[in-house]
């Protein structure tokens, strides 16, 4: 196995806590029964589902009926963006939609599925250098129409971090439903539902040491939202199938970790990640940082390196033993320059090197140290063949 302190993609996915398996574990077999049966073994399930579903509820500000269990954070998204504006639109004939280019794909290609199949038309914010939406812009471009704003609370690429709860505030004067895709800030940032004034918020369980295929939804109960899978009548009627019991206990044990632990983290992180960019940006020519310098994750560094074909990058730091990312779904193949870089301004020469370092809990001062001195020796090794390449 490779050295699970040279693990950095903490923004793709996290290994799950001790603790957490440990909690999961008796819901596999012995305590296996199924949450909508009757008898003494759907009881014991339904129990621990009502359980999670409190403590989730507690750590977020809300009442416990405000919190459905899906199969994770793509999932929350489709039902809350489509259940949400498919009522807005037969009820209130509201058919606007307001979001960023800087979403995640479950947000944006949720959007423009709802434009393009649906009869809605979908309005893209701008948003500054570093893929920031200001609250202003946001009370200029609502309209009577508008069903619904979705914007991102922290960017998984580029990490940097929007005021969620002014933009709350300017749409909540409006009496216009706010949706923010918390999944990479739920760790590090402010998560009460009420004082960031949000009507849906999505997490995602493997983004904070949790099994992988569970997350939940946050929707304000006063907000009409319908189902959009059809089937039993689990979570109230909104979404159907029958309740992955281990990974909802896993859920909310990992949540209260992450929100117990979250200052401590922060301020670890924070220091490595400083210290990664200042060195990073001394040290090597041709680099620069891509989202904000300091309202931003935490955790998160994001680099986008000129002339450096960054998948030849990524390689060479796997050979070394280092789990890195480019930030975007893009994998091997046709090299595409990410959607959310080409938003931010930064032209193919310098999106197309793009390089995102995570940090969490498998990483130690020994790990950053080896990073920060594999990438002076790297990057430019990388450079120098990428330029052969073209020719
Ligand atoms: C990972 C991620 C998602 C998707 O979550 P899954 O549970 O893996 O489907 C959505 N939004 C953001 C910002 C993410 O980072």
Redesign the pocket.
Known sequence: MPDLSRYFDH?ATTPVAPEVLQAMQPFYAERFGNPSSLHQWGQEAEAAVEMARQRVASLLGCLPEEILFTS????S?NLGLRGLARIKLRTEGKQHLLTTPVE?P??LNTLRDLEAHEGFELELLPIDAYGRVSPDEVATRLRPETALVSI?YAS?EIGSVNPIAEIGEVCRQASVPFHT?A??AVNYLPMDVNALQVDML?L?A??FYGPKGI?ILYHRNDLGLEAVQTGGGQERQLRAGTHNVPSIVGLAHALSLARERSEEHATKYRQWRDQIIAEILDRLTDVRLTGHPTARLPNHISFALRAVDSNALLAALDLAGFACSSGSACKAGMPEPSRVLQAIGLEPEWSLGALRITLGASNDEASIRDLIESLVEIVPRVRATSAQDQG
Request: charged share 15%; hydrophobic share 20%.
């Open positions: 923004s994770g954070a793509t999932e998204n995640h479950s947000v991102i998984n895709d999944v990479q999505p995602s493997h983004k997350g």
